[in-house]
């Protein structure tokens, strides 16, 4: 397919060279033609003003002068490579020829064939001027022979016939030697462009697979340049977003190491608060645990009171049940006196009855009776007496029952006290321990912070570091995308280069 497409681009180059020099031959040979027969018209017009010639006659020759080459520049017009050019011209001046020599009666108009024959030549065509050399030649014969047949033949026109037919034989046979030399050499020169054409031709092949190769190889270049200006536009657009980041991460980290050293101040402050509950803790401690010591004593104290209390309201008890006995006695004694009374003013009723005989008797009876009222007041002041103990023994009974309660209820608080200090004891000595780890935690807390602030630090450094080689990279980016744009309009031209090659 591609010997048969060099094929045709040969014959079609071929072609195109023969039309250029046919065209260019053309061109010639009429501008010679219509020099040639405006001189010879030229000529004749002074022959005419001369006298010797008529105007018919240079009519005539006109027309068959320039008739011809009017149909040969319409051709050529039409179209400079058309065949009927080539022929015309010599047909047509073989007329205005023959009209010129079998008009005249000078022997030396033979020669104005030679400038057509010259003429000719520019076709470089052997077997073309061989013919119309031939034609020339038999044309001059017959001239000669009519020319000299009318008037005779003497010596001198004998010579000037042979030298006629002899000038005219050498020219015919010189121009189509020349032609063929000529023809040699074009042809030479032509199998030399030929061979430099194929050469050419080889050489334009190679170019053209290596175009081929070449178109391939930029397509892929290209396509990995727009991959590479995509890429180094995404890495333009990322660095962009890599530089603001590592601004606002050089920003957060100042912020960062601020709060930090914040952090620390606190942490030093946690620290030291963290010391002094420690502090507080144990000496909080030490206290519980006198306060439980003392809740300890408070409680055998408190039951020993409760006891006592119990004690004492049971002698109580027992006291009131003597006054209940004593209020008996008292009322046995009342009842005695009672009846001592009785008794007695029944003996003194009996000694007033007895008179003198009972006197003695009634005195008795009468300090009975004295005795009796006495007891009687005694005995009312000693239920007085006892009355008002039993009430007083009635109300320290009351009290100490009030007092065994509030004791009582002093033993539930003291107790639920005790239960307290434990739990405070408990829940302090939890403290203290959440005291000891907090303490380790801040401890440790400070050590982190330490190692943060380190980080932080390191980490502001190389954040600076990454913004530097962001703000290069970024640059470098933008230098890369000029060079990847230049490399695309570059690849673009040698594709655009390469596709003519291949067209």
Known sequence: MKGDKCYMRKEEEQGILYDMRLAKSNHA????????????????????????KTVSYLMMMLLLGYVPSLLAVLFYKKNPTHFMVKHIIPFGYAAFYMAIIFTTDNVLAFVYV????????????????LKIGLAVLIVNIIHIYVFYHEGGFEPVEIASAEIQIAAVGVIVAFLCYTAKVSFGMSQ????????????????????????????????????????LGE???????????????????????????????????RVGQVKETSGQIAENMGQTQEAIESGNGHIGHLVEQVMRTEQTNREVAKELGQLKDYMQQMFSITEMIDQITSQTSLLS???????????????????????????????????????????????????????????????????????????????????????ERNSRGLTHAVLELDEANQVISESIQTISAISEEVAAHSNTTYTACVDNEKIIEELIQKAERLTGLAEQLNA
């Open 29 to 52: 040979a009429l501008i010679c033609y219509l020099i040639t027969v405006t001189l010879l018209s030229v000529a004749y017009l002074i022959e005419v003003f001369k006298g010797s």
């Open 114 to 129: 030679i400038p057509m024959l010259i003429a000719i030549t520019v076709y470089n065509d052997v077997r073309y001027t």
């Open 188 to 227: 030479s020169e032509v199998d030399r462009a030929e061979e430099a054409r194929k050469g050419s031709e080889e050489l334009l092949d190679r170019i053209l697979r290596v175009s081929s190769e070449m178109t391939q190889v930029i397509d892929v270049v290209n396509n990995r340049i727009t991959m």
């Open 231 to 265: 890429s180094i536009q995404n890495t333009r657009g990322a660095m962009e977003e890599v530089n603001g980041g590592t601004s606002n991460t050089a920003e957060a980290v100042q912020r960062q190491l601020a709060e930090t050293d914040v952090i620390a101040d």
């Open 345 to 431: 003013l029944n003996a003194s009723i009996e000694a007033a009855r007895a008179g003198e005989a009972g006197r003695g008797f009634a005195v008795v009876a009468s300090e009975i009776s004295g005795l009796a009222a006495q007891t009687k007041d005694a005995t009312v002041k000693i239920e007085d007496l006892i009355h008002n103990v039993s009430n007083e023994i009635g109300t320290v009974v009351d009290i100490v029952e009030e007092m065994i309660h509030q004791v009582k209820m002093q033993n539930d608080a003291v107790g639920e006290t005790a239960k307290s200090f434990e739990k405070i004891s408990a829940n302090a000595e939890n403290i």
